[in-house]
């Protein structure tokens, strides 16, 4: 169970989808609750879809083009804080969806194409988790043996807990906006906004401490 936890844990402090789902309620104001909920089900799909494929192909094309895991981490890290400090700085996007009129286009579009983006690209799984799901595949043991195997059966059941808490959050989205109203929303929305700026400070920092150590002591001390 230690790589379910482990995988499992550093993908649910970056997805959060209790707080993606405000966000989702305020970007779908526009839907009815029917369509909301198949929409709310293609981006669990979509979501399980980028996080296994991260997981498992991921680190195959970093090393293709010769990019490390400590610099995935660094440009991964500055993309989620960057993205935490916008949404910090923007005006009260729940608020302003509720003022807007709903799009007419959302009617005539099927929920399988109104899902991908931006809803799940990259409101729900951004670079930073795809970045945090390659670190996780780069750690996985070598060679087909029981240790793979494991290793496969565990973070998959996390990505599919982890989509499954999507669409349970997504989907009932607009009754947690009811229960808390539009004050706590946002608070909520706000909060989420400064632990992604955190979360993606901290992601920076583990690459940059990864990058320095591999510095030699010489040219350290001398600069």
Same mark, same amino acid.
């Given at each position: ?18 707080? !993606? +789902?405000?966000?989702?309620? !305020?970007?779908?104001? /526009? %839907?009815d609750a029917k369509t909301r909920t198949q929409v709310s ?7 399980? &879809? ?5 997981? $498992? #192909?991921? +680190? ?10 400590? #610099?995935?981490?660094? +440009?991964? /890290? ?38 991908? $983006? =931006?809803?799940?690209? =990259?409101?729900?799984?951004? =670079?930073?988790? @795809?970045?945090?799901?390659?670190? %996780? ?42 229960? @808390? !109203? ?10 989420? +906004?400064?632990?992604?700026? &955190? ?17 030699? @002591? /010489?040219? #350290? !001390?001398?600069?």
């Amino acid at each position: 169970m230690a790589t379910f936890l482990l995988a499992f844990g550093a993908l649910i402090s970056i997805v959060n989808p209790l707080s !993606g +789902a405000f966000i989702f309620f !305020g970007a779908t104001l /526009g %839907l009815d609750a029917k369509t909301r909920t198949q929409v709310s089900r293609w981006v669990a799909i979509y979501a399980f &879809c980028i996080v296994a494929t991260s997981l $498992y #192909v991921g +680190a195959y094309v970093l090393s293709f083009f010769g990019i490390s895991i400590p #610099v995935l981490r660094v +440009a991964g /890290g500055i993309i989620v804080a960057m993205s935490g400090w916008r949404m910090l700085s923007a005006p009260d996007a729940t608020e302003q969806r509720r003022n807007e009129t709903p799009n007419p286009r959302w009617s005539v579009v099927a929920p399988s194409k109104l899902a991908f $983006y =931006p809803l799940t690209m =990259p409101l729900t799984t951004g =670079p930073g988790t @795809i970045s945090v799901a390659v670190s %996780l595949g780069a750690g996985r043991p070598h060679g087909f043996n029981a240790n793979l195997l494991e290793f496969f059966i565990e973070t998959v059941a996390a990505v599919a807990l982890l989509a499954l808490l999507i669409y349970i959050a997504y989907r009932h989205s607009g009754r947690l906006a009811d229960f @808390i !109203g539009s004050t706590g929303t946002s608070i909520v929305v706000r909060l989420s +906004a400064f632990l992604l700026f &955190c979360i993606g400070i901290q992601i920076l920092w583990n690459g940059l401490s990864e990058l320095l150590g591999t510095l030699p @002591i /010489g040219s #350290v !001390g001398t600069s």
